[in-house]
């Protein structure tokens, strides 16, 4: 039972130093991951089964499945992502996290909402993404004054 990280990277055709760029995780930490000679903490399976939109058992090797089939199970997805959306925000808001680590969750976020969102919530979850990155511009020209 191995971990499906670089099946997933290179279906993706994304490079380690990308992948690090966009989930933070460190290149050596996942060089380590996917060569199974260290197990992520359960904060970096997370971090890696939202950037590719899988389950973290689908990514630990553990679940056939890699992602929702059923209208409601696409539904769980969306609103996960909108929990998440909401936690990085008010992360943020308290200065548990930087704007930067936080415009970075979102825009993961967006990518994820963008292969499962539904037609008609288009307009609102964009509209909630401009929010967000109004507040963090805002909040960040804030500290620099």
Known sequence: MRNRIRELRVEKNITQAQLASDTGISQQSLSQYEKEGRKPKIEAWQ??????????????GIEAKAGPTSESEHQKAHDAIWEGMAKTLRAASIGTIGWEEAYQDLKRYQRKSDELRFEEKQETQQRMFDLALQTFKRRDRNEKE
């Open 47 to 60: 971090k890696l089964a939202d950037y590719f939109d899988v389950s973290v058992g689908y990514l630990q």
